[in-house]
Protein backbone atom coordinates (compact mmCIF):
# COMPACT_ATOMS: atom_id res chain seq x y z
CA UNK A 1 0.00 0.00 0.00
CA UNK A 2 1.25 3.41 -1.03
CA UNK A 3 1.18 6.56 0.98
CA UNK A 4 -2.64 8.33 0.79
CA UNK A 5 -0.69 11.73 -0.30
CA UNK A 6 -1.74 14.62 1.80
CA UNK A 7 -3.48 17.26 0.37
CA UNK A 8 -2.13 20.71 1.72
CA UNK A 9 -3.21 24.01 0.59
CA UNK A 10 -1.58 26.78 2.44
CA UNK A 11 -0.51 30.29 3.22
CA UNK A 12 3.21 30.70 3.51
CA UNK A 13 6.40 33.05 2.30
CA UNK A 14 7.45 30.70 -0.46
CA UNK A 15 5.83 29.81 -3.41
CA UNK A 16 5.38 26.04 -4.48
CA UNK A 17 6.93 23.85 -6.88
CA UNK A 18 4.62 23.11 -9.75
CA UNK A 19 4.02 19.50 -10.56
CA UNK A 20 5.42 18.62 -13.67
CA UNK A 21 3.35 16.92 -16.58
CA UNK A 22 2.80 12.87 -16.52
CA UNK A 23 3.65 11.61 -19.73
CA UNK A 24 3.62 8.15 -21.42
CA UNK A 25 7.40 6.73 -21.61
CA UNK A 26 7.84 3.45 -23.64
CA UNK A 27 10.08 0.49 -21.44
CA UNK A 28 10.64 -2.89 -21.39
CA UNK A 29 9.82 -4.54 -18.04
CA UNK A 30 11.27 -8.03 -16.99
CA UNK A 31 12.33 -9.52 -13.41
CA UNK A 32 15.94 -11.71 -12.70
CA UNK A 33 15.25 -15.42 -11.29
CA UNK A 34 16.87 -13.74 -7.98
CA UNK A 35 13.67 -11.45 -8.09
CA UNK A 36 15.41 -8.39 -9.03
CA UNK A 37 12.61 -6.46 -11.11
CA UNK A 38 14.50 -4.59 -14.21
CA UNK A 39 13.12 -1.38 -16.04
CA UNK A 40 15.22 -0.45 -19.59
CA UNK A 41 14.26 2.74 -21.44
CA UNK A 42 16.00 3.48 -24.45
CA UNK A 43 16.94 7.52 -25.58
CA UNK A 44 19.49 8.25 -27.80
CA UNK A 45 18.92 12.16 -27.97
CA UNK A 46 21.98 12.52 -25.54
CA UNK A 47 25.30 10.43 -24.92
CA UNK A 48 23.83 10.22 -21.09
CA UNK A 49 22.51 7.56 -19.06
CA UNK A 50 20.68 6.93 -15.60
CA UNK A 51 21.10 3.78 -13.63
CA UNK A 52 18.46 4.03 -10.69
CA UNK A 53 17.93 1.53 -7.44
CA UNK A 54 14.62 2.09 -5.87
CA UNK A 55 14.12 -0.04 -3.02
CA UNK A 56 10.52 -0.80 -0.94
CA UNK A 57 11.60 0.03 2.02
CA UNK A 58 10.45 4.04 3.72
CA UNK A 59 9.79 4.88 6.80
CA UNK A 60 6.58 3.07 6.87
CA UNK A 61 8.63 -0.26 7.27
CA UNK A 62 10.35 1.00 10.10
CA UNK A 63 9.50 -0.03 14.06
CA UNK A 64 8.31 2.58 16.25
CA UNK A 65 10.73 2.63 18.50
CA UNK A 66 13.44 2.59 15.62
CA UNK A 67 12.72 5.34 13.06
CA UNK A 68 14.82 7.24 11.32
CA UNK A 69 16.39 3.82 9.90
CA UNK A 70 15.28 3.75 6.26
CA UNK A 71 16.61 7.87 5.65
CA UNK A 72 19.82 6.57 7.48
CA UNK A 73 20.66 4.20 5.00
CA UNK A 74 20.16 6.79 2.26
CA UNK A 75 23.46 8.13 3.67
CA UNK A 76 25.24 5.12 4.99
CA UNK A 77 25.30 3.15 2.09
CA UNK A 78 27.68 5.99 0.43
CA UNK A 79 30.28 4.77 3.08
CA UNK A 80 31.34 1.92 1.26
CA UNK A 81 31.62 -1.73 -0.03
CA UNK A 82 34.08 -4.79 0.18
CA UNK A 83 34.81 -3.37 -3.08
CA UNK A 84 35.03 0.53 -2.92
CA UNK A 85 37.18 2.08 -0.50
CA UNK A 86 35.39 4.21 2.36
CA UNK A 87 34.54 7.89 1.23
CA UNK A 88 35.20 6.69 -2.59
CA UNK A 89 31.86 6.02 -3.77
CA UNK A 90 31.09 9.45 -4.70
CA UNK A 91 34.74 9.69 -6.35
CA UNK A 92 33.72 6.90 -8.91
CA UNK A 93 31.02 8.75 -10.60
CA UNK A 94 32.11 12.43 -10.33
CA UNK A 95 35.75 10.98 -11.96
CA UNK A 96 33.69 9.81 -14.45
CA UNK A 97 31.93 13.10 -15.33
CA UNK A 98 28.93 11.93 -13.85
CA UNK A 99 26.66 12.87 -10.90
CA UNK A 100 24.54 10.95 -7.76
CA UNK A 101 22.64 11.33 -5.19
CA UNK A 102 19.90 9.56 -2.79
CA UNK A 103 16.23 10.05 -1.31
CA UNK A 104 13.94 8.71 1.16
CA UNK A 105 10.10 9.01 1.51
CA UNK A 106 7.53 6.63 3.66
CA UNK A 107 7.24 4.02 0.71
CA UNK A 108 11.19 3.85 -0.51
CA UNK A 109 14.49 4.75 -0.82
CA UNK A 110 15.74 5.85 -4.12
CA UNK A 111 19.75 6.14 -5.70
CA UNK A 112 21.01 7.16 -8.84
CA UNK A 113 23.77 7.86 -10.89
CA UNK A 114 23.94 9.81 -14.04
CA UNK A 115 26.61 8.95 -16.30
CA UNK A 116 28.08 9.41 -19.93
CA UNK A 117 26.95 6.55 -22.01
CA UNK A 118 30.05 4.50 -21.90
CA UNK A 119 30.43 4.60 -18.16
CA UNK A 120 27.24 2.21 -17.90
CA UNK A 121 29.01 -0.82 -16.26
CA UNK A 122 30.35 1.56 -14.01
CA UNK A 123 26.90 2.67 -12.17
CA UNK A 124 25.97 -1.18 -12.81
CA UNK A 125 28.80 -2.18 -10.51
CA UNK A 126 28.29 0.67 -7.76
CA UNK A 127 24.80 -0.32 -7.62
CA UNK A 128 25.41 -4.19 -6.96
CA UNK A 129 28.19 -3.16 -4.68
CA UNK A 130 25.70 -1.16 -2.79
CA UNK A 131 22.99 -4.46 -2.83
CA UNK A 132 25.73 -7.12 -2.18
CA UNK A 133 28.80 -5.66 -0.48
CA UNK A 134 28.09 -2.95 1.59
CA UNK A 135 30.03 -2.41 4.49
CA UNK A 136 27.84 -1.61 7.83
CA UNK A 137 30.76 -0.97 10.62
CA UNK A 138 30.58 1.47 13.71
CA UNK A 139 32.60 3.94 11.79
CA UNK A 140 30.49 4.90 8.65
CA UNK A 141 27.54 4.47 11.34
CA UNK A 142 28.92 7.13 13.69
CA UNK A 143 29.95 9.32 11.07
CA UNK A 144 26.64 9.47 8.59
CA UNK A 145 24.80 9.66 12.15
CA UNK A 146 26.05 13.03 12.89
CA UNK A 147 25.62 14.11 9.07
CA UNK A 148 21.83 12.90 9.96
CA UNK A 149 21.66 14.98 12.78
CA UNK A 150 23.11 18.26 10.91
CA UNK A 151 20.32 17.81 8.16
CA UNK A 152 17.84 17.25 11.23
CA UNK A 153 18.87 20.41 12.25
CA UNK A 154 19.19 22.59 9.03
CA UNK A 155 16.39 21.11 7.36
CA UNK A 156 13.38 20.71 10.32
CA UNK A 157 14.67 22.53 13.79
CA UNK A 158 16.43 25.64 12.41
CA UNK A 159 14.06 26.13 9.16
CA UNK A 160 11.06 28.39 9.21
CA UNK A 161 7.92 25.89 9.23
CA UNK A 162 10.14 23.21 9.03
CA UNK A 163 8.10 20.93 11.22
CA UNK A 164 4.66 21.39 9.81
CA UNK A 165 5.11 17.90 7.80
CA UNK A 166 5.88 15.83 11.25
CA UNK A 167 3.43 18.18 13.24
CA UNK A 168 0.59 17.47 10.08
CA UNK A 169 1.73 13.80 9.88
CA UNK A 170 1.07 12.38 13.71
CA UNK A 171 -1.89 13.95 12.99
CA UNK A 172 -3.29 12.57 10.08
CA UNK A 173 -2.59 9.20 10.80
CA UNK A 174 -3.04 8.25 14.47
CA UNK A 175 -2.55 4.32 14.07
CA UNK A 176 0.00 3.10 11.05
CA UNK A 177 3.33 3.92 10.23
CA UNK A 178 2.82 6.89 8.10
CA UNK A 179 2.47 9.00 11.44
CA UNK A 180 6.58 9.51 11.33
CA UNK A 181 7.97 11.48 8.69
CA UNK A 182 11.37 9.92 7.25
CA UNK A 183 13.78 11.77 9.30
CA UNK A 184 12.82 9.83 12.25
CA UNK A 185 13.87 10.40 15.88
CA UNK A 186 17.66 11.01 16.50
CA UNK A 187 17.08 9.13 19.95
CA UNK A 188 16.37 6.33 18.21
CA UNK A 189 19.51 5.85 15.63
CA UNK A 190 21.49 7.21 19.35
CA UNK A 191 20.26 3.87 20.70
CA UNK A 192 20.58 1.08 18.24
CA UNK A 193 23.56 -1.22 17.54
CA UNK A 194 25.04 -2.19 14.98
CA UNK A 195 23.98 -5.41 14.80
CA UNK A 196 20.46 -3.65 14.38
CA UNK A 197 21.44 -1.48 11.05
CA UNK A 198 23.21 -4.77 9.80
CA UNK A 199 19.82 -6.77 10.36
CA UNK A 200 18.10 -3.72 8.72
CA UNK A 201 20.68 -4.09 5.36
CA UNK A 202 20.37 -7.88 5.07
CA UNK A 203 16.42 -7.83 5.24
CA UNK A 204 15.61 -4.99 2.56
CA UNK A 205 18.57 -4.19 0.69
CA UNK A 206 17.84 -7.82 -1.74
CA UNK A 207 17.00 -8.07 -5.32
CA UNK A 208 13.37 -9.30 -4.78
CA UNK A 209 13.23 -5.46 -3.15
CA UNK A 210 14.52 -3.75 -5.49
CA UNK A 211 13.88 -2.28 -8.85
CA UNK A 212 16.66 -1.35 -11.07
CA UNK A 213 16.07 0.77 -13.86
CA UNK A 214 18.23 1.79 -16.79
CA UNK A 215 17.28 4.94 -19.02
CA UNK A 216 19.14 6.52 -21.95
CA UNK A 217 21.82 6.35 -24.55
CA UNK A 218 22.25 2.61 -24.17
CA UNK A 219 22.24 -1.23 -26.21
CA UNK A 220 19.45 -3.27 -24.83
CA UNK A 221 21.29 -6.71 -26.03
CA UNK A 222 24.13 -5.38 -24.46
CA UNK A 223 22.86 -3.98 -21.01
CA UNK A 224 20.68 -7.20 -20.05
CA UNK A 225 24.04 -9.18 -19.97
CA UNK A 226 26.05 -6.58 -18.05
CA UNK A 227 22.97 -6.53 -15.77
CA UNK A 228 22.87 -10.57 -15.25
CA UNK A 229 26.62 -10.33 -14.85
CA UNK A 230 26.52 -7.73 -12.13
CA UNK A 231 22.88 -8.58 -9.94
CA UNK A 232 21.94 -12.32 -11.55
CA UNK A 233 24.31 -14.04 -8.72
CA UNK A 234 22.86 -11.94 -5.44
CA UNK A 235 21.07 -14.49 -3.57
CA UNK A 236 17.28 -13.77 -3.46
CA UNK A 237 16.53 -12.41 -0.21
CA UNK A 238 13.24 -13.63 2.13
CA UNK A 239 9.78 -12.39 2.04
CA UNK A 240 9.79 -9.13 3.66
CA UNK A 241 6.82 -8.73 5.57
CA UNK A 242 4.44 -5.30 5.32
CA UNK A 243 3.18 -3.43 7.82
CA UNK A 244 -0.63 -2.95 8.51
CA UNK A 245 -1.70 -0.05 7.20
CA UNK A 246 -5.09 0.28 8.23
CA UNK A 247 -5.84 3.84 8.83
CA UNK A 248 -9.77 4.42 10.22
CA UNK A 249 -11.19 7.42 9.58
CA UNK A 250 -10.76 10.80 11.11
CA UNK A 251 -14.30 11.02 11.59
CA UNK A 252 -13.73 14.20 12.90
CA UNK A 253 -11.76 18.35 11.65
CA UNK A 254 -8.44 18.22 13.66
CA UNK A 255 -7.59 21.73 14.47
CA UNK A 256 -4.19 22.77 16.49
CA UNK A 257 -1.98 25.18 17.13
CA UNK A 258 1.88 25.26 16.47
CA UNK A 259 4.31 27.05 18.59
CA UNK A 260 7.26 28.48 16.48
CA UNK A 261 10.09 31.22 16.77
CA UNK A 262 8.57 32.57 12.88
CA UNK A 263 7.50 36.17 12.67
CA UNK A 264 4.51 35.56 10.36
CA UNK A 265 1.84 32.88 10.70
CA UNK A 266 1.21 30.47 8.51
CA UNK A 267 -2.26 28.58 7.99
CA UNK A 268 -2.17 24.87 7.14
CA UNK A 269 -5.38 22.90 5.90
CA UNK A 270 -3.95 19.20 5.25
CA UNK A 271 -6.44 16.30 4.35
CA UNK A 272 -6.26 12.57 2.98
CA UNK A 273 -6.27 12.02 -0.69
CA UNK A 274 -6.09 9.77 -2.82
CA UNK A 275 -3.09 6.88 -3.37
CA UNK A 276 -0.50 7.53 -5.65
CA UNK A 277 -1.60 6.07 -8.94
CA UNK A 278 -5.32 5.93 -8.69
CA UNK A 279 -7.40 8.14 -11.59
CA UNK A 280 -8.42 10.13 -7.77
CA UNK A 281 -4.69 11.21 -7.57
CA UNK A 282 -4.38 12.60 -11.04
CA UNK A 283 -7.67 14.76 -10.67
CA UNK A 284 -5.91 16.02 -7.27
CA UNK A 285 -2.66 16.94 -9.09
CA UNK A 286 -5.40 18.86 -11.86
CA UNK A 287 -6.75 20.27 -8.79
CA UNK A 288 -3.65 21.38 -7.30
CA UNK A 289 -2.41 23.30 -10.66
CA UNK A 290 -5.65 25.32 -10.59
CA UNK A 291 -5.70 26.03 -7.04
CA UNK A 292 -1.98 27.12 -7.00
CA UNK A 293 0.14 26.62 -10.06
CA UNK A 294 1.51 30.12 -10.95
CA UNK A 295 0.38 33.54 -10.55
CA UNK A 296 -2.73 33.61 -12.27
CA UNK A 297 -3.87 30.49 -10.33
CA UNK A 298 -7.05 31.42 -8.12
CA UNK A 299 -5.75 30.92 -4.45
CA UNK A 300 -2.85 33.73 -5.62
CA UNK A 301 -5.41 35.70 -7.79
CA UNK A 302 -7.37 35.43 -4.26
CA UNK A 303 -5.61 35.81 -1.55
CA UNK A 304 -2.06 37.34 -2.49
CA UNK A 305 -3.48 40.01 -5.01
CA UNK A 306 -7.05 41.07 -4.81
CA UNK A 307 -7.65 39.93 -0.95
CA UNK A 308 -4.01 40.23 0.35
CA UNK A 309 -4.54 38.24 3.58
CA UNK A 310 -1.22 36.10 2.05
CA UNK A 311 1.94 36.70 1.02
CA UNK A 312 1.84 33.75 -0.73
CA UNK A 313 -0.67 30.78 -1.10
CA UNK A 314 0.28 27.25 -2.51
CA UNK A 315 -0.89 24.09 -2.39
CA UNK A 316 0.45 20.54 -3.37
CA UNK A 317 -0.63 16.64 -3.27
CA UNK A 318 3.18 15.48 -1.69
CA UNK A 319 4.57 12.45 0.43
CA UNK A 320 7.30 14.07 3.02
Not at 206 to 215: G, Y
Request: one cysteine or more; proline letters at 4%; charged letters at 25%.
Amino acid sequence: MQLKRLFVAAALLASGAVMAQERKVAFERYTLPNGLTVILHQDRTAPVVAVTALYHVGSKDEDSSRTGFAHFFEHLLFEGSENIKRGEFDKYVTNAGGALNANTSQDRTFYYELLPSNQLELGLWLESERMMHAKIEDIGVNTQREVVKEEKRQRVDNQPYGSIITEILKRAFRQNSYRWAPIGSMDHLNQAQLSEFIAFYKKYYVPNNCVLSIAGDFDVAKTKELIAAYFGAIPKGGNIPRPDMTEPALGAEVRDVIEDNIQLPAVIQAYRAPAQGSDEYYAFNVLSEILSGGASSRMNRVMVDEKQIALAALSAPFFN
